[in-house]
């Protein structure tokens, strides 16, 4: 028995046909391509490090030396223990700085900071100023910093030194006792 086609069985044929005709075109060279998309985040970390176990630190002045009227406080000796370590990566072409600033400033006294060149680590590590007095409006202590790391732990990155004066112009302001103040440090954006 013969079946007859009608028009649209016959459609059918040809598209099935043609359909299977074109895939035997497609067929593969000697080469091929793909896509990667690599992501690299903006990086802002920054810490303190120290050898001396301890972040804080006390800094004392003493009794006139040698111990007689008329002469001025004994200022502490300079501390030298601790370390600004710090990982950044730029964006687009903006660099970072590292800014200090203080809690409080105490009443006749100037505490001064000045910060090392890192000798470890690689990148485009900041460039330290020559330093300043400690208020508390934030002032950079470290600038240029593009993408860079210093390595982390104490020996590395920049020395952190602190001095403190009780300047004769400010002696009038002097008061006994302890204060404490916090110490700031914030890695940011120009």
Same mark, same amino acid.
């Given at each position: ?5 009608t028009?649209?069985a ?29 992501? *690299?985040? !903006? +990086? /802002? ?8 176990g301890?972040?804080?630190? #006390? %800094?004392? @002045? ?22 600004l ?25 100037? *505490?001064? !900071? +000045? /910060? ?9 590590k900041?460039?330290? #100023? %020559?330093? @300043? ?5 934030a ?16 020996n ?6 602190y001095?403190f ?26």
């Amino acid at each position: 028995m013969r079946t007859k086609l009608t028009g649209s069985a016959s459609v059918l044929v040809f598209v099935l046909t043609a359909g299977s005709s074109f895939s035997v075109f497609a067929q593969d060279t000697n080469t091929d391509s793909h896509q990667i998309t690599v992501e *690299v985040p !903006v +990086v /802002a970390l920054l810490d303190l490090e120290t050898t001396s176990g301890s972040e804080n630190f #006390t %800094a004392a @002045f003493t009794q006139p030396t040698p111990l007689e009227a008329g002469e001025k406080l004994a200022a502490p000796t300079d501390n030298a223990t601790l370390w600004l370590n710090y990982s950044s990566i730029q964006t687009a072409s903006t660099p970072k700085h590292v800014d200090v600033s203080a809690s409080a400033v105490i009443p006749g006294i100037n *505490v001064h !900071v +000045v /910060a090392g060149t890192s000798a470890t680590g690689f990148g485009t590590k900041g460039t330290p #100023t %020559a330093g @300043f007095n400690l208020t508390t409006s934030a002032q950079s202590l470290i600038t240029g910093i593009g993408s860079a790391y210093t390595v982390n732990g104490p020996n590395n990155g920049h020395l952190l030194t602190y001095s403190f004066t009780a300047l004769d112009a400010n002696y009038a302001n002097l008061r006994s006792g302890s204060t404490t103040i916090d110490v700031t440090y914030t890695l940011a954006d120009n």
